[in-house]
């Protein structure tokens, strides 16, 4: 039930062959083009569905958190400037929301309101920093012959995009994939040693985690770079090879095949090309950093398209825990993942450990996504907002 937000709670040959075919050939009527659908759709505070005063108060704060950081942002600087002078008050907060920003529903390319949210959280697992029998998978740095293009300082139209690669002789060519790494290593430094080649890969897909060493001590490390070759799920894999069906995929249930199939443990860490390379953080109670290099809230942080949401962005939340419970509340867009693609599409951040772990693992619910963006400022789309008062 919506309710106001103010009451509590992706041949060159073989299109020549085709097109040469195709002249003569009569020619199909044309189908119409779908129509365009508006990513941002206008909405008003009163069609937010309720929260309570306490996920008020944690989304606020979790997204002001990060306004020390946004402070030269040409989005949210004066926004953020504001915030800072609002209360630890529930009544203060939604007033200065109000008076702030503007609410719009994001819709996706099929103009539906509704769209998939996942969980992630930050892995404990067991390791060393000595390789043993026992500890055989390494935990790679950044490779020292892997480079780095930004390709947006010649074509500024690839802003934000990377290629990476190696050089051979004046060649560069692209970086190994997944499988070589594992197989024949890479010049890297080595920031640890795990006991399970899954615990790698989920540790990858998380983007970040602790290692548990014998001494007690805790290793954090985070997401430094990647090898430059495209993320594809292995669950997908699971499905595609009839090993799981599509509403079994969880990472228990991916867990639990490789412990019952070890043999092809390889195979289906082969299926998935990208590879993480990792750096060491401090250690801190903080949660770990996402790429808006700010600590995540367990709860309220969630990573998401930034083609559709820029970072630092405040969010309204719909959607439901695996159990069913609701989770609506303001979130922080504060972090991104190779897998989170899409209008309506956002992995919610749950904190540190098992328990955390079990919530992310097999949340893969639907839900709505409202953008609260600052008034007078031009949306991503770069369509102009409405003015106060229009």
């Not at 400037?81 to 996706?108: C, G, M």
């Amino acid at each position: 039930m919506i309710a106001p937000l103010f009451r509590r709670g992706r041949l060159a040959l073989g299109v020549a062959a085709l097109l040469a075919l195709a002249a003569g050939c009569d020619k199909e009527p044309s189908k119409p083009e779908p129509p365009k659908v508006d990513t941002y759709s206008k909405a008003t505070w009163e069609e937010l569905p309720v929260t309570g005063d306490a996920d008020l108060l944690a989304g606020f704060n979790a997204w002001r958190s990060a306004c020390a950081r946004l402070a030269k942002d040409p989005i949210w600087a004066a926004t953020c400037a504001s915030a800072t002078q609002v209360p630890q008050d529930p009544n203060a907060i939604r007033a200065w929301l109000k008076a702030q920003l503007e609410v719009y529903s994001l819709r996706s390319a099929r103009n539906s309101p509704q769209g998939l949210i996942t969980g992630y959280y930050e892995p404990v697992y067991a390791g060393s920093l000595e390789r043993s029998e026992q500890a055989p998978i390494p935990v790679y740095g950044i490779p020292e012959d892997m480079i780095v293009v930004a390709l947006d300082s010649l074509y500024p139209e690839l802003k934000g995009k990377r290629l990476r690669g190696r050089l051979e002789g004046r060649v560069l060519k692209p970086y190994d994939d997944a499988a070589t790494i594992r197989s024949q290593g890479v010049k890297a430094p080595v920031l640890a040693w795990l006991t399970n080649p899954m615990d790698l890969q989920f540790l990858q897909i998380q983007g970040s985690g602790r290692i548990q060493l014998e001494s007690g001590r805790q290793l954090r490390i985070g997401y430094a770079d990647q090898n430059g070759h495209p993320y594809r799920p292995v669950g997908r894999w699971l499905v595609e090879q009839g090993q799981l069906k599509q509403e079994e995929v969880s990472m228990g249930a991916i867990r639990d095949w490789a412990t019952a199939n070890p043999q092809r443990v390889p195979e289906l860490l082969a299926s998935n090309p990208s590879f993480v390379f990792f750096g060491l953080n401090p250690d801190s109670n903080e949660g770990p950093r996402g790429s808006l290099n700010v600590p995540l809230t367990a709860g309220y942080s969630v990573a998401i398209d930034r083609k559709v949401i820029p970072l630092g962005s405040l969010l309204w939340l719909s959607t439901t825990r695996p159990d069913g419970s609701p989770v609506t509340r303001p979130v922080a867009a504060q972090d991104t993942g190779g897998a989170i693609a899409g209008e309506v599409r956002a992995d919610l951040f749950w904190g540190t450990g098992a328990e955390a772990g079990e919530l992310a693992g097999n949340m893969k619910q639907q839900g709505q996504i409202w953008l609260l963006w600052p008034k007078s400022v031009a949306l991503p789309n770069a369509a102009p907002a409405p003015q106060p008062g229009a």
